[in-house]
């Protein structure tokens, strides 16, 4: 097995070993977000592919155009975490991420390209990193939607109790 396989592997696997220390009712709790993103961000690797965004090579299922490994591992539990230290704090969130995007952005897509995973081709690394900031805005309001629809699902579940 190639080192750039084991990368991936590891891209997917390692991330996941964190979750037990997420805590079950705050997996829960932010699964829906977490998901929502994955679906989002898996429909701009297909634009991306079709547009030559950037170019994975090193794809575990190399039928699909996104770097499933990543999409399933790092950034679905990386979400998550970040969720789960931040949500309730709309500055801290933000600020999180951007410190997040401009880390995967820059240095991490650097390593990823030497190594042969991952590389940009008409897609700027600042391009990739404004769209990452402002999928994270979007979807601190998603899951602000479903806070909000869970609460008045408990509120029912009660009033229904008396």
Not at 40 to 57: H, L, M, P
Not at 67 to 77: E, M, N, Q, T
């Amino acid at each position: 097995m190639s080192k750039r396989k084991i990368l991936s592997i590891c891209t997917l696997i390692i991330p996941w070993l964190t979750a037990p220390l997420i805590g079950k009712n705050t997996f829960i709790r932010f699964l829906p977000v977490a998901t929502f993103i994955g679906y989002i961000f898996g429909f701009i690797s297909e634009i991306a592919d079709n547009r030559k965004w950037w170019k994975v090579k090193n794809a575990l299922f190399p039928k699909y155009h996104l770097d499933i490994s990543y999409l399933f591992g790092l950034y679905f539990i990386v979400t998550i975490w970040v969720f789960k230290l931040t949500f309730g704090n709309f500055y801290k969130y933000l600020t999180t991420n951007i410190v997040i995007d401009l880390v995967f952005s820059y240095p991490i897509v650097k390593f990823f390209t030497k190594v042969g995973v991952f590389e940009f081709k008409k897609m700027q690394p600042k391009d990739f990193c404004i769209i990452s900031i402002l999928m994270s805005i979007f979807i601190y309001f998603y899951q602000t939607v479903v806070e909000r629809v869970i609460v008045k699902e408990k509120i029912k579940e009660q009033a229904q109790c008396e």
